[in-house]
């Protein structure tokens, strides 16, 4: 998404500096506006929407796929309810979907959870630290050769409840900035994406650097996952998705309520 305005392909009138962080840090930076522009959960938008512009474009959503819960050998729903489940992070959206999913399968109460980051939850579950984990970005891709096995898929959980797709993350840029300013490092992310989905390839060796060890053909598919048409634009049904994921949410009282405004 980034590798046009980390190669120059994008013309603007600012300097952008790229950060990498694990989402569950950027969600807690985004807490304090310590970015001016941020990749966060949809779950951390509920806390950020007055200091931050929800984007249309540089979404992530599963098409009927998205976290996964995983563990070391097949365990029952009984079984499961009395695991404690490593998770991401507490303001990743696979925390807060993995909740609602909770509430679905057993009608009260919560998951038994402990924050691991995001990639050492499948070496410990192989290392007997955890009998599950709550998985995201390539380890739903991996989890398989890993020798374990999967209990449930957000995303499918989600599309057969709803017919929408999962939503994940989100890009946002803050409001003190200004209207214009804010409205032209929209237009940038945008011309970034077109120019990454339009020159694939150096785009992907770009990305590479920066894929923990996932060889091309992994790191390729993981992408076509997540960065797509609906990345450029999330649409009335990407929109319609967050909405209804953060109305939920904040019906099971796990978010507060907040207006979901969208900039193009």
């Excluded at 950027?26 to 807490?31: K, Y």
């Excluded at 979907?97 to 192989?126: H, M, N, R």
């Excluded at 804010?182 to 237009?187: C, F, L, T």
Aim: charged share 25%.
């Amino acid at each position: 998404m980034f590798w046009g305005l980390a190669s120059g392909q994008v013309q603007s009138r600012y300097e952008f500096e790229h950060i990498l962080r694990d989402i569950q840090t950027l969600n807690e930076w985004a807490m304090v506006g310590k970015l001016e522009s941020t990749a966060i959960s949809v779950h951390a938008f509920a806390y950020v929407a007055d200091k931050y512009a929800l984007l249309r474009h540089g979404g992530s959503f599963g098409e009927e796929y998205g976290p996964m819960i995983v563990a070391a050998r097949q365990l029952s729903l009984d079984e499961l309810k009395d695991t404690v489940i490593a998770i991401p992070g507490k303001l990743t959206s696979a925390f807060l979907e993995l909740q609602l999913w909770w509430k679905d399968q057993y009608g009260e109460g919560s998951p038994k959870t402990e924050v691991v980051p995001f990639d050492e939850i499948i070496p410990q579950i192989q290392e007997g630290k955890y009998a599950a984990g709550l998985i995201i970005h390539e380890g739903q891709l991996t989890y398989e050769r890993d020798g374990l096995v999967q209990l449930a898929d957000m995303g499918k959980w989600w599309k057969a409840k709803t017919g929408l797709p999962l939503p994940l993350g989100v890009n946002t840029v803050r409001k003190d900035l200004g209207e214009d300013v804010v409205k032209d490092v929209s237009r940038c992310m945008r011309e970034s994406i077109t120019a990454g989905l339009s020159h694939r390839t150096e785009a992907l060796e770009y990305a590479l650097q920066f894929a923990r060890g996932m060889d091309t053909e992994t790191s390729d598919e993981f992408v076509g996952m997540y960065v797509n048409e609906r990345t450029l634009d999330m649409g009335d049904e990407g929109v319609q998705a967050i909405k209804l994921l953060l109305k939920i949410g904040a019906e099971a009282g796990l978010v507060p309520a907040v207006e979901v405004v969208v900039v193009d």
